[in-house]
């Protein structure tokens, strides 16, 4: 990857990053802990992987992106916003009663949004009925899924994941944003997750694991699972909650809540400078 | 007189269909023998996907297809196609408008020897309380030929609900089915049947026996139940003088409810609703259990002869 390329997705991380703290602090609630965790992979997905066009959002030769974390949402609309799928004012009416930014994504009402999310678990079955699609049109788009650490406890999971392998989706790459914690706890508290890696892979999934914050790993596991062939990809992406923001890091509190005024100054100072955060900045 | 599951019609209508629309994907969960979609998985192959027994998956994957153009055909038993995802089918399908039907056969009673595991009696009232969503019970082989295809036509999430045993046929090419419009069978001013699915036959039968005691009744076949036709429920309700709705169905939460809400805001009517009463069905032939549980003409003609008293 370019060093240009490179900085201008982590530059796009980061404007993505304060649009969390910003939205969620106006809006008074929504999830920034989660959404600051998987930023970057959002970024690079939007401003490097995917091909998607903010004039034309329902191209069907698209990639296809599939937030199965959906209270996440934040880091989705902020990198939409980014990419001009809609004006950035509408950030600021995010949660808020009549707005198009719905607390959980909503695709008939946001340009963008492919698929709605939400209730946890359902999003990689959704991909692979965009990727059988894509297959039986000879199409050659991939669909992209972030999932949550915690989210892969529902069975749904897995029944999307058996469902994905036996069709051999090459065109499905999943994200699992692997911070470790959920809303009462860390993941080995609540329902440990054991060997992630190797459940996905008795699953017949290709498996990848990086640092979710390094744009050149996640951009290198991305083609990696392009070559990847008669198999799905999972990049298993461990992050840190609330990355970015001093107060927010491996916070399970700030799960599900809002920064303060004061407090999305100290954030917006906090994600002011790349250098002072972000991992693959040098 | 010639009795075809509706199961059966709906098999040979998706393979017209498929011949057609070249959009039509169908799902199934490991029981396409039984739900008949095995017909088009031989027709065309590369169309079918069997999930295995995930229904969760399956209708998530069937909201996926959705998203980029295709028209799926989701079946399972009812009793699976509703109560164990009802989470799917709210999120992923009916609250983005997904263009997803959902085939289910294997409603109701007529299970029979399954026992009531397996008897979908409340999964009319699941699916009419979820915002965008079509409900429509079809009576015979043709109404189901014709309800497929028009479910293809629509744009949006459709539950289709089908049967397991052999029904009489009521209708021939003559009849046009239409979205969200009832049909009136037979005329008559003292009191009305309106009935669905395998009902509609026991319908027609009990205005029979009624007829035989200087009793007429007016027969109507409410195929979609959401949205109902309000208009043909009120014009009954001021032309005769009592209702009385037939469902294989629990009287909670069915077509006897729709009703029931159309006339107490629009023509209040003395109505009873003949269905399975707050309760699970059990082991036994179809016929035993329409008989144990009171779905008969019989039943039927009883009611209205009680309401006019």
Same mark, same amino acid.
């Given at each position: 990857?370019?060093?240009?390329?490179?900085?201008?997705?982590?530059?796009?991380?980061?404007?993505?990053?304060?649009?969390?703290?910003?939205?969620?602090?106006?809006?008074?609630?929504?999830?920034?802990?989660?959404?600051?965790?998987?930023?970057?992979?959002?970024?690079?997905?939007?401003?490097?992987?995917?091909? !998607?066009?903010?004039?034309?959002?329902?191209?069907?030769?698209?990639?296809?992106?599939?937030?199965?974390?959906?209270?996440?949402?934040?880091?989705? $609309?902020?990198?939409?916003?980014?990419?001009? &799928? &809609?004006?950035?004012?509408?950030?600021?009416?995010?949660?808020?009663?009549?707005?198009?930014?719905?607390?959980?994504?909503?695709?008939?009402?946001?340009?963008?949004?492919?698929?709605?999310?939400?209730?946890?678990?359902?999003?990689?079955?959704?991909?692979?009925?965009?990727?059988?699609?894509?297959?039986?049109?000879?199409?050659?788009?991939?669909? &992209?899924?972030?999932?949550?650490?915690?989210?892969?406890?529902?069975?749904?999971?897995?029944?999307?994941?058996?469902?994905?392998?036996?069709?051999?989706?090459?065109?499905?790459?999943? &994200?699992?944003?692997?911070?470790?914690?959920?809303?009462?706890?860390?993941?080995?508290?609540?329902?440990?997750?054991?060997?992630?890696?190797?459940?996905?892979?008795?699953?017949?999934?290709?498996?990848?694991?990086?640092?979710?914050?390094?744009?050149?790993?996640?951009?290198?596991?991305?083609?990696?699972?392009?070559?990847?062939?008669?198999?799905?990809?999972?990049?298993?992406?461990?992050? !840190?909650?609330?990355?970015?923001?001093? $107060?927010?890091?491996?916070?399970?509190?700030?799960?599900?809540?809002?920064?303060?005024?004061?407090?999305?100054?100290?954030?917006?100072?906090?994600?002011?400078?790349?250098?002072?955060?972000?991992?693959?900045?040098? | 007189?010639?009795?075809?599951?509706?199961?059966?019609?709906?098999?040979?209508?998706?393979?017209?269909?498929?011949?057609?629309?070249?959009?039509?994907?169908?799902?199934?969960?490991?029981?396409?023998?039984?739900?008949?979609?095995?017909?088009?998985?031989?027709?065309?192959?590369?169309?079918?996907?069997?999930?295995?027994?995930?229904?969760?998956?399956?209708?998530?994957?069937?909201?996926?297809?959705?998203?980029?153009?295709?028209?799926?055909?989701?079946?399972?038993?009812?009793?699976?196609?509703?109560?164990?995802?009802?989470?799917?089918?709210?999120?992923?399908?009916?609250?983005?408008?997904?263009?997803?039907?959902?085939?289910?056969?294997?409603?109701?009673?007529?299970?029979?020897?399954?026992?009531?595991?397996?008897?979908?009696?409340?999964?009319?009232?699941?699916?009419?309380?979820?915002?965008?969503?079509?409900?429509?019970?079809?009576?015979?082989?043709?109404?189901?030929?014709?309800?497929?295809?028009?479910?293809?036509?629509?744009?949006?999430?459709?539950?289709?609900?089908?049967?397991?045993?052999? @029904?009489?046929?009521?209708?021939?090419?003559?009849?046009?089915?239409?979205?969200?419009?009832?049909?009136?069978?037979?005329?008559?001013?003292?009191?009305?049947?309106?009935?669905?699915?395998?009902?509609?036959?026991?319908?027609?039968?009990?205005?029979?026996?009624?007829?035989?005691?200087?009793?007429?009744?007016? @027969?109507?076949?409410?195929?979609?139940?959401?949205?109902?036709?309000?208009?043909?429920?009120?014009?009954?309700?001021?032309?005769?003088?009592?209702?009385?709705?037939?469902?294989?169905?629990?009287?909670?939460? #069915?077509?006897?409810?729709?009703?029931?809400?159309?006339?107490?805001?629009?023509?209040?009517?003395?109505?009873?609703?003949?269905?399975?009463?707050?309760?699970?069905?059990?082991?036994?032939?179809?016929?035993?259990?329409?008989?144990?549980? #009171?779905?008969?003409?019989?039943?039927?003609?009883?009611?209205?002869?009680?309401?006019?008293?």
């Amino acid at each position: 990857m370019q060093k240009e390329q490179l900085i201008l997705i982590q530059e796009k991380a980061r404007l993505i990053r304060q649009d969390i703290c910003t939205m969620t602090c106006k809006a008074k609630s929504g999830h920034p802990g989660g959404s600051l965790s998987s930023a970057d992979i959002v970024a690079y997905l939007y401003f490097h992987a995917m091909n !998607v066009d903010p004039k034309n959002p329902k191209d069907p030769n698209r990639d296809r992106f599939v937030l199965s974390k959906g209270h996440a949402s934040p880091v989705l $609309y902020g990198a939409l916003a980014e990419k001009g &799928f &809609f004006p950035r004012e509408e950030l600021l009416n995010f949660r808020k009663i009549g707005a198009m930014l719905q607390g959980h994504p909503e695709m008939k009402g946001t340009p963008g949004v492919d698929m709605s999310t939400g209730s946890l678990g359902q999003g990689l079955a959704a991909a692979n009925g965009m990727a059988l699609a894509g297959k039986l049109d000879k199409k050659d788009y991939r669909v &992209f899924v972030v999932m949550g650490d915690g989210e892969i406890q529902e069975g749904m999971i897995w029944e999307a994941a058996m469902a994905s392998a036996h069709y051999k989706l090459d065109n499905v790459t999943a &994200f699992l944003d692997y911070n470790g914690l959920q809303i009462d706890g860390p993941t080995e508290e609540v329902m440990s997750l054991c060997d992630v890696a190797a459940k996905w892979q008795s699953f017949c999934w290709h498996t990848i694991e990086i640092d979710g914050h390094n744009i050149e790993e996640i951009h290198a596991a991305v083609e990696e699972a392009k070559t990847v062939k008669g198999k799905p990809t999972i990049i298993i992406a461990k992050t !840190v909650k609330g990355k970015g923001v001093s $107060y927010m890091e491996n916070q399970v509190g700030w799960h599900g809540n809002a920064p303060s005024d004061e407090q999305l100054e100290t954030a917006l100072a906090d994600l002011a400078d790349i250098a002072d955060f972000c991992g693959g900045a040098q | 007189m010639t009795k075809i599951a509706t199961r059966d019609a709906y098999g040979k209508a998706l393979v017209e269909l498929g011949k057609i629309n070249q959009n039509i994907v169908v799902l199934d969960a490991d029981l396409s023998k039984s739900t008949k979609t095995a017909d088009f998985a031989k027709e065309f192959p590369e169309r079918f996907f069997d999930m295995g027994i995930a229904e969760q998956g399956m209708m998530g994957t069937a909201a996926g297809f959705a998203t980029a153009g295709k028209i799926p055909f989701a079946s399972t038993f009812a009793v699976f196609a509703t109560a164990r995802v009802m989470d799917q089918v709210r999120n992923s399908i009916a609250y983005p408008k997904l263009n997803v039907k959902i085939a289910a056969t294997h409603a109701g009673l007529t299970v029979g020897e399954d026992g009531g595991s397996h008897q979908a009696i409340e999964d009319i009232a699941y699916m009419r309380a979820v915002p965008n969503m079509t409900v429509i019970v079809p009576a015979d082989a043709e109404e189901t030929k014709q309800v497929i295809f028009q479910a293809a036509e629509y744009n949006g999430p459709v539950y289709i609900r089908l049967g397991r045993p052999n @029904v009489p046929v009521l209708f021939d090419e003559n009849y046009k089915f239409e979205i969200g419009k009832g049909h009136q069978m037979r005329d008559g001013s003292d009191v009305t049947i309106i009935a669905t699915g395998i009902m509609v036959s026991k319908a027609l039968e009990a205005a029979d026996k009624l007829k035989e005691q200087g009793i007429s009744a007016r @027969v109507i076949n409410i195929a979609t139940i959401k949205p109902i036709d309000k208009d043909i429920i009120i014009k009954a309700a001021n032309e005769t003088r009592a209702i009385i709705t037939a469902e294989e169905h629990s009287i909670i939460g #069915g077509l006897g409810s729709a009703v029931a809400e159309v006339l107490s805001e629009n023509a209040p009517t003395k109505m009873k609703r003949i269905g399975v009463q707050d309760t699970f069905g059990e082991s036994g032939t179809p016929d035993a259990l329409l008989e144990k549980y #009171g779905l008969t003409a019989v039943k039927i003609a009883e009611a209205a002869i009680e309401i006019l008293k």
